[in-house]
Nanobody
């Protein structure tokens, strides 16, 4: 069973920064995609950023230019650097992993990000 453990959430003021981390329990190259989504009350789950196994990255329109996705292939960690945060970024941020060789799809438990106005 794949495990995704997120950390790094918290409370920051508008304009602040946070870095989220997601540690996966397997070799990060076992997954065709890994990424971050976010969920706010009353809203649909939204893609934040996603990285393919070969390193291509796509960002959600609302975070382009402010968020940066990266990975550490030794530590099997996916990180999300978030800058210039606004209250609209307040959400639970969830790490995702899409394995290469099965139809399963994995989610972490999420980490709360709250941006105060």
């Amino acid at each position: 069973q794949v495990q995704l453990v997120e950390s790094g959430g918290g409370l920051v003021p508008t304009g602040g920064s946070l870095t989220l981390s997601c540690v996966v329990s397997e070799n990060i190259f076992n997954f065709k995609n890994m990424g971050w989504y976010r969920q706010s009350p009353g809203k649909l789950r939204e893609l934040v950023a996603i990285m393919s196994v070969d390193g291509n990255i796509n960002y959600g329109d609302s975070v382009k230019g402010r968020f940066t996705l990266s990975r550490d292939t030794v530590k099997n960690t996916l990180s999300l650097q978030m800058n210039n945060l606004t209250p609209e970024d307040t959400a639970i941020y969830l790490c995702s992993a899409d394995p290469k060789f099965t139809v399963d799809f994995y989610w972490g438990h999420g980490t709360q990000v709250t941006v105060s106005s």
